[in-house]
């Protein structure tokens, strides 16, 4: 494959390619197995690429000194700002490992490609033990070398989230997958805030992300609503990530900006429209339309008043009118001095056929 092209579940992802969906799990499944399978079986009919799952040991990701400490915000739909102690929130919202391998069983046999994100090293060898097709590396965690060295060394293809990163940071990232394994890693522009207002979007920053590192460029979605996906694959987007709930509107965390499984099938045709809409017709450019219906609704010159034979034609004689059959209104300075052989009833299409020399 090309540098700026990825192979993820047998797709290829990157410049040229229809974006590569990704259903994300999450923290919106409600901790619950058979919310998440129905989640799995939504988006493998919707049309989606993947699904993908968080795996987060609270106990292992939160230091013992932090676990009270620590505490996280997120905005809900009635406008309420939540803020609740970290470690709790993820012991919360998190499914156990036993959980998460099944399933990706169940999405195994529904043929629904699996991956998630590891926070740590043991989670990348679980996935790649239950069979995940990729690896995704949070922005938490961008700097985490010994993680994604550990990712890049299963020969999954690697997906990174940018967050708060700086571009230097992001680029030392691709130089750390690529040294330890990972010839084409995926870069996803990920905006902070949880929901993430659209002026902190930044949408532009992703060609920023491609041109720097030629490598494909995501977007994972924390706005509500599906204008900014829209807005993401206009502009480019190789991979869009967005969040599932069964209820946007639940006050917890995450669902304010994730979609209703519901409506899974309208997000994914919007998508593909768009790409659809995107391409250019080089052959239209250079040559024109459909010459039969070009032709049909341009106009001619017509008789713009009754005109009699061996009338000579003035401009005060001329009208415009459709189909485009005749004389071209452009050729109509031509006309002016001519001659008629025939009489002509105004509106008539003025031919040649009807002129002098």
């Not at 676990?67 to 470690?87: E, M, V």
């Not at 902190?200 to 494909?216: K, Q």
């Not at 304010?256 to 809409?277: K, M, P, T, W, Y």
């Amino acid at each position: 494959m090309p540098k700026h092209s990825a192979l993820v579940a047998g797709l290829p992802v990157g410049a040229g390619h229809p974006a590569f969906l990704v259903a994300e799990l999450g923290v919106t499944h409600e901790a619950s197995v058979d919310v998440a399978s129905q989640m799995i079986r939504a988006a493998r009919d919707a049309g989606f690429n993947a699904v993908k799952v968080e795996c987060i040991d609270a106990d292992r990701l939160v230091a013992t000194d932090y676990r009270d400490a620590i505490q996280y915000s997120f905005s809900t739909l009635s406008g309420q700002t939540k803020t609740i102690n970290y470690h709790e929130l993820l012991k919360q919202v998190s499914l156990g490992y036993d959980e998460i391998g099944e399933l990706a069983r169940i999405a195994r046999s529904l043929d629904m490609p699996f991956f998630g994100t590891a926070f740590d090293i043991d989670t990348v060898g679980f996935l790649k033990s239950i069979g995940a097709c990729a690896i995704k590396i949070s922005s938490g965690e961008i700097d985490h070398f010994p993680l994604l060295q550990a990712a890049a060394a299963t020969g999954l293809p690697v997906f990174f989230d940018s967050g708060r990163a700086s571009v230097v940071e992001v680029l030392m990232a691709v130089e750390t997958l690529t040294a330890a394994g990972c010839p084409v890693p995926i870069v996803m522009h990920n905006p902070s805030g949880y929901p993430a207002p659209p002026r902190d979007v930044c949408l532009e920053t992703m060609d920023i992300y491609r041109r720097a590192t030629g490598l494909p460029v995501g977007f994972s979605c924390h706005t509500r609503g599906n204008a900014m996906v829209h807005a993401a694959v206009a502009v480019g987007a190789n991979v869009i990530e967005k969040p599932l709930s069964r209820d946007n509107t639940v006050e917890e965390d995450e669902h304010i900006f994730s979609i209703n499984v519901d409506d899974l099938g309208g997000f994914v045709s919007e998508v593909r429209a768009i790409e659809a809409a995107l391409g250019v017709d080089l052959a239209k450019l250079a040559h024109g339309g459909d010459e039969i219906v070009k032709t049909r609704f341009r106009q001619s010159v017509v008789a713009a008043r009754d005109l009699p034979a061996a009338h000579r034609l003035t401009a005060a004689d001329l009208g415009f009118a459709r189909p485009g059959f005749g004389v071209r209104p452009a050729d109509a300075g031509r006309l002016l001095g001519r001659s008629l052989l025939t009489p002509l009833a105004a509106g008539a299409l003025l031919l040649e056929k009807h002129l002098a020399d």
